[in-house]
């Protein structure tokens, strides 16, 4: 994996033996026990085990934070041996930490949820850095001249991605970024697909606008191509969409978000499915492609994620599958009630039976597990705590609600326990302009709101006193 092929001497290959040992029990571990657990339980545990608590880490019962910057090697044989990538390592924290290992699992674990085949996660510090390590091993110069590239992405997505594709890769770069108007028309999608093509990529449900499509298809067309299908998968969470196991071959995940509800700190991963489609013609990527990304190509960016970061997004991950529950209850409350507000002109939520992609989201938005829990006992459908909505009157009326918020949070953010709210023209989309909003479908006067797990009937009341103060405006 380093690159070059390394002299094994015996002394070497004695670690290496050793190691292997240790990699097929834990291949056994996970098949055989890791696997067969419910979402919970992995969500709670991960990989961290009793044994290896005992073994490593004094007992304690959470995954140790690793501050330290490298590992120390018992000899020359073990350091050539592990900086070869030959065994399992922890060489350089910028390569590889115990901390982020278990993060990395852990996700690895929960996109790959009822998934046949296997998956791996590169863990990274934000989303941004995820979206960019993701799609920068297709977007290599494949001969010496450098060739047109382009690939094609769905236009509904987070502004710092419109930004990431449009100034980075497009005017920076010259690589060419075709966006999707209409993700749901798969003639579109195809229309845009040419030998120069290196991946499709989407984002589902789409920050802010709520844009879905069908994952299934999509797939299916970019593997026709011999693309892969990359999606942004932040709004769902695993706890409710698993894009792998509908053929996707890549996730990204701006971890920051939902997955770290509390609200501490910025991370993110890449989660892919080992033998994913490309028409690069690179086996190490095919075969195992976040972990190649991370021993190689992150090795020499260095977008790592900092250890402490790790254990406390952990630490916010084990109960991810009951808070997406219920943050998607409060926010179908909160939409029902905006939907039928006179102030309100609009309101874009998936779990809303009007919304025109309902029908599509419902195929694919599932509460995991939940025909396994107590209250359900049934498949049920959950579309998330993030929606939008558009204010009757303009900007004007719209700033004037916005400012008399008192609950709830006037923030750029989203995913928090707590509710949140911006208006995305003048914070996330802010950047891309009036022709790129429009693009994207941002009007001046939507908000974005992030319903948390407080009372809902508390945040209806103050959605209700802001809506009344800004009709008097
Ligand atoms: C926030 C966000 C990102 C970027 O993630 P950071 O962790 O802020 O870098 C990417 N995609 C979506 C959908 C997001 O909401």
Same mark, same amino acid.
């Given at each position: 994996m380093s690159g070059n092929e390394v002299h094994i001497t015996s002394g070497m290959q004695?670690? $290496? &033996?050793k190691n292997n040992k240790y990699l097929a029990e834990r291949a056994e571990y996970i098949e055989k026990t890791v696997k067969k657990w419910k979402f919970d339980t992995i969500a709670v545990h991960g990989l961290y085990?009793? !044994?290896d608590a005992l073994k490593d880490y004094q007992g304690s019962i959470i995954e140790p934070i690793f501050m330290s910057t490298s590992q120390a090697y018992t000899d020359s044989d073990e350091m050539a041996a592990a900086l070869a990538y030959k065994i399992p390592t922890w060489c350089y924290s910028r390569i590889a930490n115990p901390s982020t290992y278990y993060y990395e699992w852990t996700l690895a674990l929960l996109e790959g949820y009822g998934f046949d085949g296997a998956t791996s996660c590169c863990s990274t510090s934000s989303g941004m850095a995820a $979206?960019? *390590?993701a799609v920068q091993p297709f977007l290599q110069v494949l001969t010496k001249a450098v060739e047109p590239r382009n690939f094609v992405a769905t236009a509904q997505c987070y502004g710092g991605t419109f =930004? =990431?594709?449009t100034v980075r890769l497009m005017q920076e770069r010259n690589i060419e970024c075709r966006w999707?108007? &209409?993700? *749901?028309n798969l003639d579109e999608w195809a229309s845009k697909i040419d030998k120069n093509t290196r991946f499709l990529y989407g984002e589902l449900p789409s920050n802010p606008q709520l844009g #879905? #499509? &069908? $994952?299934e298809a999509v797939a299916d067309l970019a593997h026709s191509h011999n693309l892969p299908l990359i999606c942004d998968s932040t709004v769902a969470t695993p706890a409710l969409l698993r894009p792998i196991c509908h053929g996707a071959d890549i996730v990204v995940q701006s971890v920051t978000k939902s997955l770290t509800s509390s609200g501490f700190g910025i991370c993110g991963a890449v989660i892919a499915r080992k033998n994913l489609v490309t028409n690069i013609d690179d086996d190490t990527l095919k075969e195992d492609f976040s972990l190649a990304i991370k021993y190689m190509q992150n090795r020499d960016f260095g977008p790592n994620l900092h250890p402490l970061q790790a254990v406390m997004t952990l630490n916010d991950m084990r109960t991810i599958r009951s808070k997406m529950d219920l943050m998607s209850r409060n926010t179908e409350k909160v939409a029902e009630y905006l939907a039928s507000h006179p102030g309100i002109e609009s309101v874009q939520y998936l779990g809303l039976k009007s919304h025109p992609l309902h029908e599509l989201a419902a195929r694919y938005m599932w509460l995991v597990d939940s025909e396994f829990d107590d209250q359900y006992q049934r498949p049920i459908n959950r579309y998330g705590h993030l929606m939008s909505f558009c204010v009757k009157g303009g900007v004007e009326k719209t700033r004037k609600f916005f400012d008399n918020l008192q609950r709830i949070w006037r923030a750029t953010d989203l995913g928090r326990i707590k509710s949140v709210a911006t208006i995305p023209a003048i914070s996330t989309h802010q950047q891309q302009g009036e022709e790129g909003r429009a693009l994207a479908g941002i009007p001046a006067n939507m908000v974005r709101l992030c319903v948390g797990?407080?009372?809902? !009937?508390d945040i209806i009341a103050d959605l209700d006193q802001a809506l009344h103060a800004a009709k008097g405006a």
């Open positions: 004695e670690y $290496i &033996d085990s009793v !044994t $979206i960019m *390590t =930004q =990431q594709f999707v108007r &209409d993700a *749901t #879905f #499509f &069908d $994952i797990a407080e009372h809902p !009937t």
